[in-house]
């Protein structure tokens, strides 16, 4: 949810988006079914990979601001962390290929990180939320695999990430979870919340 709410254009209300938070809907694709089956395939790869074991963990909760959680794929010694996609748009080719096809956009086709991609953003924020100093990156297929180490970014995560999470728990998710309108069937608030316009204070909470 990192990079939906960081992109998220500030004409847009958030209704939908905390709906989708708060009151979430069973969902099943073949593409998350692909992923869910594959994923661990993936991890075994990458372990033989990179000759080092890769530790399972939960969900990690911010320390210093509680609202904010993450759940790596993977903990890599003390300061590493994994994260696998298993993108199933470019499940019959290897990595590469789907970069050039576009199937896979993380990457342009020269191979230089997007940063502006919601996946960058969910590492930026497992990074930040973990304290860990970097993040293996792992795309697979059954074709190939590629990998990408990429470092925390604190001016990144400061200026692109941190007031726009704020201001959306402030403004629009805290305001449904201290007077949850759903469960008085009637809609949610659909607050266009702008970045340092009339942001609301701790006082004012």
Same mark, same amino acid.
């Given at each position: 949810?990192?990079?939906?709410?960081?992109?998220?254009?500030? +004409?847009?209300?958030?209704?939908?988006?905390?709906?989708?938070?708060?009151?979430?809907?069973?969902?099943? +694709?073949?593409?998350?079914?692909?992923?869910?089956?594959?994923?661990? #395939?993936?991890?075994?790869?990458?372990?033989?990979?990179?000759?080092?074991? $890769?530790?399972?963990?939960?969900?990690? $909760?911010?320390?210093?601001?509680?609202?904010?959680?993450? +759940?790596?794929?993977?903990?890599?010694?003390?300061?590493?962390?994994?994260?696998?996609?298993?993108?199933?748009?470019?499940?019959?080719? *290897?990595?590469?290929?789907? $970069?050039?096809?576009?199937?896979? *956009?993380?990457?342009?086709?020269?191979?230089?990180?997007?940063?502006?991609?919601?996946?960058?953003?969910?590492?930026?924020?497992?990074?930040?939320?973990?304290?860990?100093?970097?993040? #293996?990156?792992?795309?697979? *297929?059954?074709?190939?695999?590629?990998?990408?180490?990429?470092?925390?970014?604190?001016?990144?995560?400061?200026?692109?990430?941190?007031?726009?999470?704020? +201001?959306?728990?402030?403004?629009?998710?805290?305001?449904?979870? #201290?007077?949850?309108?759903?469960?008085?069937?009637?809609?949610?608030?659909?607050?266009?919340?702008?970045?340092?316009?009339?942001?609301?204070?701790?006082?004012?909470?």
């Amino acid at each position: 949810m990192f990079g939906v709410v960081c992109r998220q254009k500030t +004409s847009t209300g958030c209704k939908s988006l905390v709906g989708t938070i708060l009151y979430p809907k069973p969902f099943h +694709s073949a593409a998350c079914d692909y992923g869910n089956k594959f994923e661990p #395939v993936a991890r075994s790869t990458l372990e033989k990979i990179i000759n080092q074991k $890769i530790e399972p963990c939960g969900l990690f $909760i911010d320390e210093e601001q509680p609202f904010l959680a993450a +759940s790596p794929d993977g903990l890599i010694g003390d300061r590493g962390l994994l994260e696998i996609k298993c993108p199933y748009s470019a499940r019959d080719m *290897t990595p590469e290929e789907g $970069i050039k096809q576009r199937k896979i *956009t993380f990457w342009d086709k020269n191979g230089v990180i997007n940063i502006k991609h919601k996946w960058y953003y969910q590492i930026q924020g497992q990074l930040h939320v973990t304290r860990r100093i970097y993040c #293996v990156f792992c795309v697979w *297929t059954p074709h190939g695999v590629k990998t990408e180490t990429i470092f925390a970014d604190d001016s990144f995560w400061s200026i692109e990430m941190e007031t726009h999470l704020v +201001s959306f728990y402030k403004k629009c998710l805290l305001p449904e979870i #201290v007077d949850p309108r759903v469960a008085r069937n009637m809609p949610i608030r659909n607050i266009k919340h702008k970045i340092n316009e009339n942001m609301i204070t701790d006082q004012q909470l």
